[in-house]
């Protein structure tokens, strides 16, 4: 391992960068994309040309429609490839997200996702979005009854502050943290760079 790479949960070797496939919907983060033939060009040329080890994903982009494009493209997945996906926000139409963190509701994303992708286990596993409206014991504690069960590998965290890392620590192991970095935001939750 170099500097090119970074080991996830301390045994999942990646490189550094990997390919996120939000922008792979149609308008809105919703729906197909436009061109579903191309989709698929990209991720087979992102994995299997460029060498792309690690994609990154999430039952609410499209919703479910990115996930069904990676089987449809990859699957059988070549052995070094890790996919990452997220849970736990509804999607009632373009731009709009709802985060859900109950804990049936959690557990139906996992087994769903699991099943769209043809997976046995999902290598990484974020929660999409702390849901303010569920302890979050029990947001964690289903990921990680499912991560005990063996259909999680790892799980992760996606759009959180420094605090919300440290209380989940107190429930479970966190291998990720997913946060977009950027200095221009409207988004008061968007952590910023000074």
Do not use: F
Request: overall charge neutral; charged content about 25%.
């Amino acid at each position: 391992m170099g500097p090119s790479t970074v080991t996830i949960g301390g045994d999942m070797p990646v490189r550094r960068i990997g390919y996120g496939t939000m922008q792979l919907t149609g308008p809105g983060h919703w729906g197909p994309p436009t061109d579903i033939r191309n989709a698929l060009r990209i991720l087979r040329h992102a994995v299997h040309d460029l060498g792309i080890d690690h994609l990154d994903t999430a039952d609410a982009y499209g919703p479910h429609t990115v996930e069904e494009l990676i089987r449809q493209a990859l699957h059988p997945y070549p052995d070094h490839l890790v996919i990452a996906t997220k849970g736990g926000m509804l999607r009632s139409g373009p731009n709009q997200w709802i985060p859900c963190g109950r804990p049936e509701y959690l557990r139906q994303c996992v087994e769903l996702s699991l099943r769209r992708l043809a997976l046995d286990r999902i290598d990484l596993y974020y929660l999409h979005r702390i849901d303010p409206a569920v302890p979050l014991a029990e947001q964690l504690g289903v990921l990680d009854d499912l991560r005990q069960e063996g259909k999680i590998r790892h799980l992760g965290l996606s759009k959180v502050t420094a605090d919300q890392i440290d209380q989940a620590l107190r429930y479970t192991t966190v291998a990720a943290v997913q946060n977009q970095h950027t200095a221009d935001t409207d988004d008061p939750a968007r952590p910023r760079i000074r």
